[in-house]
């Protein structure tokens, strides 16, 4: 799943934990300042940079936090990936995970062994696109990631899932 040249974001704060932040520095991971936009904006151009130099695939969660639901929903995307994949003229691969909660769920304190299914959707290109488009990009990639978190889960469930309203 993780192709060669691969990083992911993280929060700048994490640069500065022992042993977790120096291997997350060498393996060129993209630290985000989350309350310095000009700085986060920076971080994004040196990314979109490297990505292009090196060929370099970035993992990024757009939810931006996790999420603790116990139903097939998804938090609000932050955009900023969006814009980095549309700076960088790279596609969007979105990557989906089922809702976990039966097998994880801090706020239940459950932890158990099972199965959590994971899906790679189509690449969804962003060639000719500028930031205009980074508004529908992201509703698009949102509801199709939506859609297959809802079909996953009912599958893992062998349930009925409805698609939670917003």
């Not at 970035?58 to 996790?66: A, D």
């Not at 698009?140 to 893992?156: C, H, Y």
Request: glycine share 4%.
């Amino acid at each position: 799943m993780f192709p060669p040249y691969c990083s992911v974001t993280a929060k700048q704060s994490l640069k500065w934990i022992p042993f977790l932040g120096w291997f997350m520095y060498l393996s060129k991971t993209v630290f985000i300042d989350r309350g310095n936009s000009q700085n986060a904006r920076l971080a994004f151009d040196s990314a979109a940079r490297h990505m292009k130099s090196e060929r370099q695939s970035v993992f990024i969660f757009p939810e931006g936090t996790r999420s603790y639901s116990t139903q097939p929903d998804l938090l609000p995307f932050k955009k900023g990936a969006f814009h980095l994949a549309i700076q960088a003229q790279v596609p969007v691969v979105p990557v989906v995970v089922a809702n976990y909660s039966e097998v994880l769920h801090l706020q239940s304190k459950v932890f158990k062994s099972g199965s959590i299914p994971v899906k790679i959707l189509p690449p969804i290109s962003t060639k000719n696109m500028t930031a205009a488009d980074v508004d529908d990009l992201t509703r698009r990639t949102q509801e199709n990631m939506l859609a297959e978190l809802v079909s996953f889960t009912k599958a893992t469930r062998g349930q009925q899932a409805a698609i939670a309203a917003n």
